[in-house]
């Protein structure tokens, strides 16, 4: 691994890995209706299923905002029906929240379209010589963002 002081081709491929991303962001979202939600409110709903059950502030803090707000967001979320709260076994005057399965019942056909709409893509856009650069390329992306969740 190089270690040395970034190149100029590192911060160009940064630049066009970024531009590449929201690109496919952006599509990925008009193939399904999940932008009828916030962009926070689906990072505390990501971060639940990603982590489980966590408190308002634990979600706060993982998300860089004062509670206060992480609680707007969680009272939105609990009036669509798409998470709980329950009191947390070990300290009774905190809530843990989670996910329902109106959540899921919500999100998996809409993943479902997604998926669907990137696999006809990839498959009607990209030879299967490029489907394995591609294969590569996502295995560096992913190394980049091990390592980046790691600290280094």
Known sequence: MNTSIPSEQSAILAQSLQTAMRKLRRRLRQQS????????????????????????SALARSE????????????????????????????????LLSLTDAWYAWVMPRRALRKDWLTRSISAS?????????????????????DASNGK
């Open 33 to 56: 209706t999940l932008s009828e939600l916030s962009a926070s409110q689906l990072a505390v709903l990501h971060h639940l299923e990603n982590e489980g059950a966590e408190t308002v």
């Open 64 to 95: 860089g905002i004062r509670p206060q707000s992480m609680a707007a967001i969680v009272n939105s979320l609990m009036a669509a029906g798409f998470i709980t709260g329950n009191p947390d076994p070990n300290d009774g005057r905190q809530t």
């Open 126 to 146: 990209l030879s299967e010589d490029e489907q394995e650069t591609l294969s590569q390329a996502i295995s560096l992306i992913n190394r980049l963002t091990d």
